[in-house]
């Protein structure tokens, strides 16, 4: 493959299924061509951060590699490991998602705790339930009060005129 075309190995690229093999094929062209990853992306009518997380596939330890090819784990499995800096980290999440057998939503919640040190609580407040407790601050503090809730974390945001 050292010496194929830039068109060949876009070629190349462009029919290729296995994600491993087109994360190296990306590599190829950003390195030895010196393509951008804009281009590489629009050329697969991706967005730039897909390319460059397939790119981040090339730093997986060869045991999840294995587990990828002998089917214990799926693509979707792997982008989401190579999330972690480590190979140690990633080896440590690999083995867990086996062990318990984790679907993609459990091994990104996995993930999210590795990398961040976030337990996810899984009791979010509704919507509407949100909006009365917003109401009753804003009403107590004269001002616009905004929350925000997401698997990981809330925000409260009170913004409030300054008068001169």
Known sequence: M??????????LLKKEQDILRKARLIHQLRIDKEISLQKIAEFLDKHPSYVSHMV???RIPQLAVDGYYSGQ???THLMILSRLQTEAQMIEAYEEVLKNNFTVPQTETLI?????????????????????????LQDKH???????????RGKLVIEKRVLD
């Open 56 to 58: 981040r596939l090339l």
């Open 112 to 136: 999210r705790q590795l990398k961040f040190d976030v337990e996810t609580d899984d009791h979010l407040i509704s919507p509407n339930e949100l909006n009365q407790k917003a109401q009753k």
């Open 142 to 152: 004269e001002a616009r009060v905004k929350i925000y809730q997401s698997r990981v």
């Open 73 to 75: 784990i799926s693509a």
């Open 2 to 11: 050292e010496n194929k075309s830039t068109d060949e190995l876009f070629d």
